[in-house]
């Protein structure tokens, strides 16, 4: 039975999102896929998720997880092609403060640049203490 964790199922591949059972695709999803319940299914993959979540911190100020920015990448592949004055809708259900230690955070430094060490100073009330 490929709904259980412990079988492999045929069409699942590794990926970064966290919280997913590796190797496993949920009952849930199965059935959809299997009732043809969607309209399109876009794949996202792992590097264009966190570079997706990277974006929408940088230019948005939406801290989210990896999942996250995959669901936000499919709804901007989808904002590509859709009608004029469409309405998309997209949840981002998570924050990223857990992942800081995921592939999520690889490229980001722990310590500040002198760029955000610069701003943290121009604000006195607000300063993070100095090691």
């Given at each position: 039975v490929v709904n259980q964790p412990g079988v492999t199922h045929p069409n699942f591949t590794p990926h970064p999102i966290q919280g997913w059972t590796p190797d496993f695709i949920p009952r849930v999803l199965q059935e959809g896929l299997d009732s043809e319940l969607y309209d399109d299914l876009l794949q996202i993959s792992g590097p264009e998720a966190i570079a997706?979540?990277?974006k929408l911190s940088a230019q948005e100020g939406i801290f989210?997880?990896?999942s996250g920015g995959a669901t936000a990448a499919v709804a901007l592949r989808v904002a590509e092609?859709?009608?004029?004055?469409?309405?998309?809708?997209?949840m981002l259900p998570?924050?990223?403060e857990r992942?800081?230690?995921t592939p999520l955070f690889d490229s980001i430094d722990a310590d500040m640049n002198l760029e955000e060490t610069t701003l943290s100073r121009?604000?006195?009330?607000f300063q993070l203490p100095e090691n």
């Open positions: 997706t979540s990277h989210t997880g990896i092609t859709a009608p004029s004055g469409s309405t998309i809708l997209t998570d924050t990223a992942y800081l230690s121009s604000t006195p009330g």
